[in-house]
């Protein structure tokens, strides 16, 4: 029976059952051939005890050379197997957690930090590794062999092999012990890994941040405390692993001890029996009882000393085991997390048979994130093929109202709607290849600068790439660089300007030709000459397509067919530039300030 933790792994073994079974094949054929070798030399020294010949030798000799060789080999297929179930567990492993998290709905990257996701699934992924590698390895061939070896102990010494067993339930409570206290170690260890590993992670990434605060001694004297927890804990594992094999060996040794005295006075008992007998002039070969010959002695202190590499084993199992455990158990609260946003039995329309046409709709529209109301009942249409500015004060939820388009935040259903339809009733595959999404944060991959722009479009052309690129505006920096569209942008597109990274970021929309384009806050980090060519350029793109926009630009929202004015979480003024203008109300106030902003700038 699996401990709860390990039970996850349960498919992943049954997956590979039939590799198991060849493994376990060659673990006993291995012990079964190894548990011979006392035997061999227990014949051995009790014929060559009778007198020595070069045929004795050479045919022991030849015999514990056949099995060592055998040995060998079981022992070679049997590491190859089960080390290498263990490797493609692991990839199974780390597929599956990777695909996982790709479901996970983006709140869960807003709770969870970068880094202890990355240690979850690299240094606790390896610990589970090795507990279904090595720790099955070394358990099995511990069981089988101590099975083995104990069967041939009791029938040359039941009384012997008692005393030579005596220490196990002491050993059974010690394991238990320190199973325990390496659990809970462990536990705390990879905690920490974690937070250095996100610490690091958060360093690298915001590195120009970093710098510019002069922050670096600060930053490394705070890595630095956290690497120095992070060695406090692994000594007390340490330590703790540092008592527990030589406590085994104390025990094993003092097994080894009883064995010598009381196995040797059967052996000399025995001896001046013999000797009695032949001074009496009898050649009687009758034991006495309680006696042992000089082989079966060799022999089983042959036992004795291939049992110690299995019981000192035991303890390093035990490690790897509880190591095992405790890291499952963190990978398994990952597996855990559900994707709060997902296709539901009202999924409908999953291909282009019905396109989208980019009509939408938001009735009594009400949202609250983690107990905060960020909108309130919000109504808007926006007809197919319109555009339609938002602007409004930070924190009045711009950003929240259009993540629910693309269903980033999932509303209550029947609130939006699209061509007429709730949301909910699009596949969300289908639903977000249809929309074109530049977040106000802009991010690109650490990959070439063509490869950002056809994300998401699998197959595109140098033509198409070239031609989103013209449309936002970046293609005369690109054509500028000595390696043009393969030139790497650095992780988050960090060898690129603001303004450079936003328009790759607008390019990388317009390659989906999306019905609905959405560009939160997407031309903040470009002049307003740039500006004015990226929204010429998108009005004869999106010509008969729907386009949402967020700035707090007059310039850039004043040509929209529509602009809705949003504050405190509800829609307070909706029309055009002009009709809000005459309104005299929040718009026409952030127009009278930038009018004043554009003068200053130019005394």
Avoid at 118 to 136: C, I, Q, Y
Avoid at 198 to 210: C, D, L, P
Avoid at 391 to 404: A, C, D
Wanted: proline share 3%; with cysteine.
């Amino acid at each position: 029976m699996l401990p709860k933790s390990l039970r996850p792994l349960l498919p992943y073994l049954k997956k590979y059952r039939s590799a198991y079974v060849a493994g376990t094949l060659c673990v006993f054929l291995n012990n079964a051939v190894w548990i011979l070798f006392p035997q061999v030399i227990r014949w051995a020294v009790d014929d060559l005890h009778l007198g020595v010949t070069r045929r004795k030798l050479f045919t022991y000799a030849l015999l514990l050379l056949a099995i060592a060789c055998i040995k060998g080999i079981f022992q070679f297929l049997t590491r190859w197997i089960v080390i290498g179930i263990s490797r493609e567990i692991e990839f199974d492993l780390r597929n599956d957690l990777f695909r996982h998290l790709e479901r996970l709905s983006y709140t869960y990257y807003q709770r969870t930090r970068t880094g202890d996701i990355m240690a979850r699934a690299t240094n606790d992924l390896n610990a589970v590794r090795m507990l279904l590698g090595p720790a099955v390895m070394y358990s099995a061939n511990t069981i089988v062999f101590t099975a083995g070896a104990l069967a041939f102990m009791v029938s040359i010494s039941p009384r012997l092999t008692l005393y030579a067993f005596l220490p196990l339930p002491l050993v059974s409570i010690v394991i238990q012990y320190f199973g325990r206290q390496i659990h809970e170690r462990f536990e705390k260890i990879q905690q920490m890994f974690s937070e250095i590993s996100a610490r690091a992670q958060e360093n690298f990434s915001g590195a120009r941040v970093i710098r510019a605060y002069v922050q670096e001694e600060a930053e490394i004297a705070g890595f630095e405390a956290s690497n120095r927890e992070y060695i406090r804990r692994s000594l007390k594992l340490v330590r703790l692993m540092g008592m527990l094999w030589p406590t085994l060996e104390i025990m094993l040794g003092l097994a080894v001890v009883l064995v010598l005295w009381l196995g040797g006075r059967e052996v000399l008992e025995g001896q001046l029996a013999v000797k009695l007998l032949s001074s009496l002039g009898t050649t009687t070969t009758l034991r006495l009882e309680g006696a042992m010959s000089l082989g079966a002695f060799v022999a089983f202190n042959t036992y004795m000393v291939q049992l110690t590499w299995p019981v000192i084993a035991l303890g390093w199992v035990l490690n790897i085991f509880q190591r095992g455990t405790a890291s499952m158990g963190r990978i398994n609260e990952i597996f855990l997390e559900s994707p709060e946003i997902a296709d539901s039995a009202e999924v409908r329309y999953q291909s282009s048979a019905i396109p989208i046409e980019g009509e939408i709709e938001f009735r009594h529209l009400s949202f609250s994130y983690h107990g905060t109301a960020v909108l309130k009942d919000i109504n808007l249409r926006i007809p197919r093929g319109s555009s339609l500015a938002i602007v409004g004060p930070t924190g009045s939820g711009k950003t929240t109202l259009v993540s629910l388009i693309p269903r980033i935040y999932d509303a209550a259903p029947g609130t939006v709607l699209i061509d007429g339809r709730p949301i909910r009733e699009y596949s969300l595959e289908f639903l977000r290849k249809s929309i074109g999404f530049v977040p106000q944060e802009t991010f690109l991959f650490s990959e070439s600068i063509r490869e950002n722009v056809a994300f998401g479009v699998a197959g595109a052309s140098d033509e198409q790439v070239s031609a989103a690129a013209h449309a936002a505006s970046i293609a005369d920096d690109i054509e500028s660089f000595p390696e043009q569209y393969h030139t790497l942008v650095g992780e988050r597109g960090i060898t690129l300007s603001g303004g450079q990274k936003q328009r790759t970021a607008i390019a990388r929309a317009l390659m989906r030709n999306p019905r609905i384009l959405i560009l939160d806050d997407a031309l903040s980090s470009v002049d307003t000459h740039t500006e004015e060519k990226i929204l010429n350029h998108l009005r004869e793109i999106m010509h008969g397509r729907t386009t949402i926009f967020i700035s707090h630009r007059v310039s850039t929202v004043r040509n929209a067919d529509r602009i809705a004015v949003l504050h405190g979480g509800a829609i307070v003024e909706l029309g055009t530039h002009e009709e809000l203008l005459a309104r005299n109300g929040y718009y026409t106030d952030l127009y009278q300030k930038q009018l004043l902003e554009e003068e200053l700038a130019e005394v």
